[in-house]
């Protein structure tokens, strides 16, 4: 039913969903470009449409009194930030004991422009062995949807090749303030 609902709400404001849903119960979604306060809804309904779920991960200090309970009912994943084994494993392990599960991330990690996308996304993926999917909101031609997958390999440069040809041309709601499509890595920090 929210499938049905969501689907209709795209036609009726003028979006036209593309792709399916991926075929693996596991994965990292990445949500690009990210401008708007927009994106968050725009995301919602593009996942419902697609009758996906997605989860999403704060810092455990946002989960107190009644706001845990409705950022639980809405997908959030509180995590504890000085955990001993440490933020990858942690994640790594939240994927290994369950049976299916999204974690959708915006990687530019905020809605200004940025010089870099934060890497989180492709290290928690990495280190849970699971893929990376490509989503996106292209506001220029009212398209939206899962169009892409990436099998991490480890090299983080060579994979981003891949998922920065994918994300080429698509604009967001305020271009103007959409970051770079390059990623922070060791080398990049290095010659920062």
């Given at each position: 039913?929210?499938?049905?609902?969501?689907?209709?709400?795209?036609?009726?404001i003028g979006w036209k969903?593309?792709?399916?849903?991926?075929?693996?119960?596991?994965?990292?979604?990445?949500?690009?470009?990210?401008?708007?306060?927009?994106?968050?809804?725009?995301?919602?309904?593009?996942?419902?449409?697609?009758?996906?779920?997605?989860?999403?991960?704060?810092?455990?200090?946002?989960?107190?009194?009644?706001?845990?309970?409705?950022?639980?009912?809405?997908?959030?994943?509180?995590?504890?930030?000085?955990?001993?084994?440490?933020?990858?494993?942690?994640?790594?392990?939240?994927?290994?004991?369950?049976?299916?599960?999204?974690?959708?991330?915006?990687?530019?990690?905020?809605?200004?422009?940025?010089?870099?996308?934060?890497?989180?996304?492709?290290?928690?993926?990495?280190?849970?062995?699971?893929?990376i999917v490509l989503a996106?909101?292209?506001?220029?031609?009212?398209?939206?949807?899962?169009?892409?997958?990436?099998?991490?390999?480890?090299?983080?440069?060579?994979?981003?090749?891949?998922?920065?040809?994918?994300?080429?041309?698509?604009?967001?709601?305020?271009?103007?303030?959409?970051?770079?499509?390059?990623?922070?890595?060791?080398?990049?920090?290095?010659?920062?």
């Open positions: 039913m929210l499938k049905f609902f969501s689907r209709t709400i795209l036609k009726v969903l593309i792709g399916n849903p991926p075929q693996e119960k596991k994965f990292v979604a990445i949500g690009v470009p990210h401008t708007s306060n927009w994106d968050f809804p725009v995301a919602l309904l593009c996942f419902s449409a697609l009758g996906l779920r997605f989860n999403w991960v704060a810092k455990e200090s946002l989960f107190k009194g009644p706001l845990k309970y409705i950022f639980k009912w809405i997908g959030g994943i509180p995590l504890n930030r000085r955990s001993p084994t440490g933020f990858l494993k942690d994640m790594a392990a939240i994927y290994a004991r369950s049976e299916s599960l999204v974690i959708a991330i915006a990687p530019e990690g905020t809605r200004s422009k940025t010089d870099y996308w934060m890497p989180g996304f492709y290290y928690i993926a990495n280190e849970a062995k699971v893929p996106f909101a292209d506001y220029s031609k009212k398209t939206m949807g899962i169009a892409g997958i990436v099998h991490p390999t480890g090299d983080i440069e060579a994979d981003f090749e891949k998922i920065k040809k994918f994300y080429e041309g698509k604009k967001g709601k305020n271009p103007e303030t959409q970051s770079e499509l390059k990623i922070r890595t060791s080398r990049a920090i290095k010659s920062s």
